[in-house]
């Protein structure tokens, strides 16, 4: 029989794997092949249980006691992260590096750990710098908009049309990038306006080189928290919106007006 890899139940809770990939063999869960679409073990720690149960029902796993199992090994690995904080932030480095920047879980939980102060000393400017590695990696874009599909279909609130113009302007308040967001969007209006624009942002953020970034809709700023209705007043009849991006605490310089006040939805 093959020795145990922990000396103790002890050593066992407080190991972390690397890996989904490792984690799954170690519990022995190796018949299944883990789909390539499967979230990384960085963000199912990361996940809410509700969230988590679910991509865990996605891994195929067969038997419920498997999915409980895993479950159960990955709350494990969150309590033993959140009450490790520099072990966390060596866990999530380490993730970073494994899959050659495409954990994008992993990178944000470092811009946390960096803002924050958690596991690494506070700084806000390399939090930004983790935060836009993160949006710019493929899997995040893919799961945006996944989120905002899932959302269309379950029609939890009501769903209008966005036409999104982005204006990228430096600090003397000089427009450097004007980002059109494709076609005519249709989206519910309780959805977080950073879910859908940062995957398009960032990228830019990237290429310009900026250190911080601040978002606004005309003189309203965009928090993490803000929603499409809220910025529901600024929208024209033909449904578009002006977004500005600066890299100062400027406040924006407007765009012209082509629309008379008579054409803006109240």
């Known amino acids: 029989?093959?020795?145990?890899?922990?000396?103790?139940?002890?050593?066992?809770?407080s190991h972390v794997p690397a890996s989904l990939a490792q984690l799954m063999a170690e519990m022995r869960l190796t018949k299944t092949s883990i789909p390539a679409s499967s979230p990384s073990l960085s963000a199912l720690v990361a996940m809410?249980?509700?969230?988590?149960?679910h991509a865990i029902a996605g891994l195929g796993l067969k038997k419920v006691s498997q999915k409980s199992r895993?479950?159960?090994r990955i709350e494990q690995i969150e309590k033993n992260l959140s009450d490790n904080p520099e072990k966390a932030y060596a866990f999530y480095s380490k993730a970073v590096e494994d899959s050659k920047?495409?954990?994008?879980?992993?990178?944000l939980r470092l811009a946390v750990c960096c803002e924050d102060g958690i596991g690494a000393e506070k700084n806000h400017k390399r939090a930004v710098q983790f935060e836009i590695e993160a949006k710019c990696a493929p899997g995040y874009a893919e799961r945006q908009a996944r989120m905002l599909e899932a959302a269309l279909?379950?029609?939890?609130?009501?769903i209008a049309s966005w036409r999104i113009h982005i204006h990228f302007?430096?600090?003397?308040?000089?427009?450097?990038?004007?980002?059109?967001?494709?076609e005519?969007?249709?989206?519910?209006?309780?959805?977080?306006v950073r879910h859908v624009i940062d995957s398009r942002v960032m990228p830019v953020l990237k290429e310009l080189k900026w250190e911080d970034y601040f978002l606004w809709c005309k003189h309203e700023k965009i928090t993490a928290q803000t929603e499409f209705?809220?910025?529901?007043?600024?929208?024209?009849?033909?449904?578009?919106?002006?977004?500005?991006?600066?890299?100062?605490?400027?406040?924006?310089?407007?765009?012209?007006?082509?629309?008379?006040?008579?054409d803006v939805e109240c």
Not at 101 to 107: P, R, S
Not at 229 to 254: A, E, F, M
Request: proline share 4%; hydrophobic share 25%; charged share 35%.
């Open 1 to 13: 029989s093959k020795k145990n890899l922990f000396s103790s139940p002890t050593a066992a809770m």
């Open 48 to 53: 809410e249980p509700d969230d988590r149960k």
């Open 70 to 72: 895993l479950r159960k």
């Open 101 to 107: 920047g495409a954990d994008y879980a992993a990178l």
């Open 153 to 158: 279909e379950a029609k939890t609130s009501e």
């Open 169 to 182: 302007q430096n600090e003397k308040g000089e427009g450097v990038r004007t980002l059109a967001l494709d």
């Open 184 to 192: 005519e969007r249709k989206i519910p209006e309780k959805t977080l």
């Open 229 to 262: 209705q809220d910025l529901s007043y600024q929208r024209t009849s033909d449904g578009k919106v002006d977004i500005y991006c600066l890299n100062s605490t400027n406040k924006p310089k407007l765009a012209k007006e082509t629309t008379s006040a008579e």
